[in-house]
């Protein structure tokens, strides 16, 4: 898969998780807060491998499209300070739903004008072979990449390649803390209903009696 196809089928699967969370209902805490998750691992990827590997290629050979580089990093810069934002949000907040508005405001935006603007001209500058090249290096990228938003982190080479390894080390420990935490209040909740409480919630039924 070339760069452009790979970066067009990321953005597609993010738009996937945008409708999604349109479609919930305003009580749907639980699915917004999942489905808010992915969208915060999924951008965050997407970012970190554009940022190492996409735009320092597109500028080392087009000095042309610098500005629309430059355009895009910003673009990242302002979602990744409301994927952070977001990342610690109770999804009952009151302000929750509409930051995730706002952030989907500006990722279609972003998407827009890469999709319209940038990758048709790559075409010109790049020959298939090379786009091809740079979607195997983007993918293998993606393995390492940080899973969580780091605003404050350098966003361009060299200090983006160093800060983003230790940066996607560190997500790994917090993926792992926050999903044994989750375990551990499920377990913790399901011990508090009961075993009945819980056949009733999965059958829709009254438990049999022992």
Known sequence: MDAIALLKADHKTVEQLF???????????????????QMVTALSVHAAIEEQVFYPAVRARSEELSPEVLRSLEEHHVVKWVLAELDGMSPEAERFDAKVQVLMENVRAHVLQEEN???????????????????????????????????????????NLVAGAVSAVMDMGRDALRAARRKATKVRSVAARGPRQVVRDMTGAEAASP
């Open 19 to 37: 409708r999604k969370f349109e479609k919930a209902g305003s009580n749907a805490h639980k699915l917004k807060r999942r489905l808010v998750d």
């Open 117 to 159: 603007a940038l990758f048709p001209a790559l075409k010109k500058v790049f020959r298939p072979q090379e786009l091809r090249t740079m979607g195997d290096v983007l993918e293998m990228s993606r393995k390492a990449a940080p899973t969580r938003p780091h605003p404050m982190a350098p966003d361009t080479p060299p200090g």
